[in-house]
């Protein structure tokens, strides 16, 4: 199921960056956000608009999230997770989507 509307967005162009939601990094995720603030970053994810709904839901399952795209109908959707939940995405029903076989914390969307 792909229900992005990128239409012609180039993956980290500004225009990409304009269509974005932001929103808060959830209280879960506390060391996530306290290392970006160390890092002079802040409290606040980026989020494309055709994915927000499946990363709140599995911010509402614990899952810390570090990264996530649709892909714009450019490449495959994919949202980084910490190591240590890789285990339960799989249990979910995520597919690992990495060209990397040791990397184990990076999923492919449901929804896109």
């Not at 199921?1 to 012609?8: P, Q, S």
């Not at 990264?67 to 910490?82: A, Q, R």
């Not at 979910?92 to 896109?112: E, S």
């Amino acid at each position: 199921m792909n229900n992005c509307n990128c239409i012609n967005i180039i993956p980290q162009s500004q225009e990409c960056y304009d269509q974005m939601i932001t929103l808060p990094i959830p209280d879960h995720m506390e060391a996530y956000r306290i290392a970006r603030d160390k890092d002079g970053l802040s409290g606040f994810i980026n989020i494309d608009p055709c994915i927000v709904d499946e990363i709140k839901e599995l911010w509402s399952k614990g899952i810390v999230t570090y990264g996530s795209c649709c892909g714009h109908n450019k490449l495959e959707s994919m949202v980084n997770v910490d190591d240590s939940q890789s285990d339960l995405m799989l249990e979910m029903g995520y597919v690992m989507n990495h060209p990397d076989p040791n990397r184990k914390d990076t999923f492919k969307l449901k929804t896109m």
